[in-house]
């Protein structure tokens, strides 16, 4: 809202000063100061209302060190995610630009299945929550949503070209660039290929001419796919403290990086990847995102005064593989949220060992001595600080092989 006051203020009424405003860099900056500001100072107002509700997590008997006194810790902390990120949006982002409207969608969408998972297991006693069916209706609900807005919307558009753009120094150093030829496309970015463009659409190559109308038969149900996955990954990497909202604020950063210069003709020229026009107003709701994942740290690091919930971590991973699929960088989500596909596979393998030695032998046997695998280290007896700085360490290192992937081919 404040973007479009200070827009009025520079060319209507010619205001010195307020054309800064047009920068994403500078409304990106009060965005995440205004995002911690908010997480940190209110943030500790909401967990104050949480316990008056007596809205405490509930701990099952998992025979973790530390893990009772846990109980009654509030939980639903995600609301201080979701309210100190959409308030900074709403003041310095482009509400007309289609990305953020699709953010602020996820974020209230998947706030809310989370919100209501929560309220089940709180106040209706039911530590079972919302029954997973509901869950995966939501998400793809979601799914479909930003498949076909992604898809559809004449706004979103690509240029994959940037490399053959001409450039031209003129006297003034003036750098003279053509009009970029924007199109629509369902063309993704495969990491440590030189050519690294793919399009879905040459999946249905095969079908004869015309196929590329038919591209979103492919498209939507990926987009479904990346966002059930990851989003169910951040809701099992969220299980000790401060592990899911560190490992997220590293991912999204470096997401951050991927934005901006996709959203940069100059930048995305430079580095020959797909210029992607108006992505780079995304920044802006990243940088209040990442603010609010480092407030919440602020009292969710060891011992936690509050939990995310399924409010925090539902929105957490939604808004992460959203961000990746706008960017088109969803194939690097494995090696960038390597964190959640660890914790989500050792899930998968633990439960798949278990059924089918139970059916082989006639007694199930495990792989880890707990899943996720967070609880795994914690059963061998690591204390969780040390198991959550490791994993932070282990992010920190796959985030910056991520963003190498830009000139590493």
């Not at 010195?16 to 100061?33: D, E, K, P």
């Not at 909401?46 to 939980?75: H, S």
């Not at 494995?334 to 439960?351: R, T």
């Not at 089918?356 to 795994?376: A, Q």
Request: aromatic fraction near 14%; charge should be positive.
């Amino acid at each position: 809202m404040l973007y479009y006051l200070f827009d009025y203020f520079n060319k209507v009424l010619n205001l010195s000063g307020t054309g800064v405003f047009q920068y994403i860099t500078f409304r990106s900056s009060l965005a995440f100061i205004l995002s911690l500001l908010l997480s940190t100072i209110y943030g500790k107002r909401v967990i104050k209302f949480l316990q008056k509700q007596q809205v405490g997590e509930t701990i099952r008997e998992l025979g973790l060190q530390g893990q009772n006194e846990k109980a009654g810790t509030p939980t639903m902390g995600g609301l201080i995610i979701i309210f100190a990120t959409l308030i900074p949006v709403l003041l310095f982002a482009k509400l007309h630009n289609i990305y953020i409207v699709l953010l602020i969608v996820t974020t209230l969408w998947m706030g809310t299945i989370g919100f209501i998972d929560d309220y089940i297991k709180i106040f209706k006693k039911d530590k079972q929550g919302l029954k997973g069916i509901f869950k995966v209706v939501g998400q793809v609900g979601l799914g479909l949503i930003v498949g076909s807005v992604l898809y559809f919307n004449p706004h979103v558009t690509v240029r994959t070209d940037t490399g053959k753009t001409d450039v031209f120094k003129v006297p003034t150093e003036t750098v003279v660039m053509p009009a970029p030829v924007e199109e629509k496309s369902t063309a993704t970015t495969i990491p440590f290929f030189k050519n690294n463009e793919f399009d879905y659409a040459e999946l249905l190559a095969w079908t004869g001419d015309g196929y590329q109308k038919w591209a979103w038969i492919i498209f939507i149900p990926v987009v479904i796919f990346i966002i059930t996955a990851v989003s169910n990954g951040a809701n099992l990497t969220d299980g000790i403290d401060g592990l899911a909202a560190g490992t997220s604020a590293i991912s999204v950063l470096a997401l951050a990086i991927f934005t901006f210069v996709s959203g940069n003709i100059i930048f995305s020229n430079y580095l020959n990847i797909m210029y992607i026009p108006n992505s780079g107003e995304m920044t802006v709701f990243i940088a209040a995102f990442v603010g609010a994942l480092i407030g919440f740290l602020w009292y969710n690091s060891y011992p936690a005064s509050v939990f995310m919930g399924d409010t925090g971590s539902l929105t957490i991973g939604g808004v992460i593989a959203v961000l990746a699929i706008a960017v088109r960088k969803e194939l690097l989500i494995p090696l960038l949220c390597g964190i959640f596909l660890v914790e989500n596979f050792s899930v998968v393998l633990q439960v798949s060992y278990f059924k089918y030695t139970k059916k082989r032998f006639g007694e199930g046997r495990r792989i880890f001595l707990m899943s996720p695998l967070h609880h795994h280290y914690q059963k061998k007896g690591y204390h969780e600080s040390k198991i959550v700085t490791r994993f932070w360490i282990v992010a920190i290192m796959l985030a910056i092989l991520s963003i190498v992937t830009l000139k590493l081919r």
